[in-house]
């Protein structure tokens, strides 16, 4: 019998200055895209960092109102490892995020500001492929981010935006949705792998609440199995998989 061929992940696109990553919670670009945002990172590429919530609600042994603030703290020394100066939060409640026209209208506010060629957000899906059930928070971010990346051009949706000084922004070209089950691009993770697990490791909080494991073992064995398994479907370097949506 004939081994079922693999497809082939192609090259993300690198005609780009500006990227935006929005995304739920702390930590979750960390969980697989750190490398490649540092690569773009080393550049010249500006990427900036927009979180839904705060992770208030992530850590069962610290209560909300001590969880915010201390896991803000670790994303912003996350985010400086792979080279981001800029993060911003929305605020959105920790668990209960509401897909619908508010988040739509912060995003595509964040999208506005910022004027990115290339938006990256987190799968959008029920499941992360199989069994495995995504969170609500997740799903309610993904599929926002890949609306609001068309709201944003449109004056007359949010008309408000362009009164507060925000003006139309129809300039993102591609969406790129990490942690997808059907990944379409990559990015060479090679360089970046080493900053992606100490980027993680700044989220030591939340690690140490979710694991036993000494943190560091953690993060780089993670990190690392999922860029050898991306990487079987890019020339077998080690990668980050994303799915790539054209506009």
């Not at 500006?18 to 490649?36: I, K, N, Q, S």
């Not at 957000?121 to 309610?140: E, K, M, Q």
Request: with cysteine; aromatic share 8%; proline share 6%.
């Amino acid at each position: 019998m004939t081994e079922p061929t693999i497809s082939q992940l192609q090259p993300m696109p690198d005609d780009w200055q500006r990227a935006l990553a929005v995304v739920a919670h702390p930590d979750d670009l960390e969980y697989g895209c750190a490398a490649a945002i540092a690569a773009w990172t080393d550049a010249g590429r500006e990427v900036s960092y927009v979180l839904a919530t705060r992770g208030e609600a992530g850590i069962d042994t610290v209560d909300p109102a001590r969880c915010g603030p201390l896991r803000e703290r670790e994303q912003r020394a996350s985010a400086a490892v792979v080279g981001v100066s800029e993060v911003a939060f929305l605020d959105h409640a920790d668990g209960v995020i509401e897909y619908g026209p508010a988040l739509r209208r912060d995003i595509a506010a964040a999208i506005r500001r910022h004027r990115p060629q290339l938006v990256v957000t987190l799968n959008h899906r029920d499941t992360w492929g199989g069994s495995a059930w995504n969170t609500p928070d997740h799903v309610a971010v993904g599929r926002a981010t890949l609306d609001a990346a068309g709201d944003a051009g449109n004056r007359w949706i949010f008309p408000e935006l362009t009164e507060q000084g925000l003006e139309p922004w129809d300039g993102v070209r591609w969406v790129a949705v990490a942690g997808s089950d059907a990944p379409t691009h990559a990015v060479d993770a090679t360089a970046g792998l080493e900053r992606a697990v100490r980027s993680l490791l700044e989220h030591r909080t939340y690690i140490e609440a979710l694991t036993d494991e000494d943190p560091e073992t953690y993060a780089r064995t993670l990190l690392t199995s999922f860029a050898e398994e991306a990487g079987k479907r890019f020339g077998n370097r080690p990668a980050v998989a994303f799915e790539l949506f054209p506009r």
